[in-house]
């Protein structure tokens, strides 16, 4: 059985590819974003027959300058990540898989960044 926590450490895990700093949850730091850093948040799990399924949320946060998004750097981080972030395994006995249900760039005033949001969608084979 995978649960939603394990789905997060699976996504985490392959997201060391990017080379970005990287936060589960929301336990970043709360200041201004000063670099770029990748955060992803595992939502719950709902099942079925025969998956149990659950969305895993991944934002590539990118400073602003001069409180202007970097357009240039945002695009290349969601081209990457839409590529990237799409995988089938094996975890602690059962399969999963998971692939990109929606991107798109959003921006934070508070933390002063823009960030691009991959919304993915974790499938877990519930049988045996």
Known sequence: MITSSDAGII???DCKAFGLPLYRS???PKKKVDTERVVVLSKRQTSDTYWNRGFIEV???VPDYKQNANLKRLNELERLAVEALDSVGYYKGSWYQYSVESHGIEEDTD???HFVNVKLLFEV???N
């Open 111 to 113: 933390l002063n960044c």
């Open 125 to 127: 084979l519930n049988i």
């Open 26 to 28: 929301w336990s970043f």
């Open 11 to 13: 996504v985490y895990n």
């Open 59 to 61: 934002n590539f946060c």
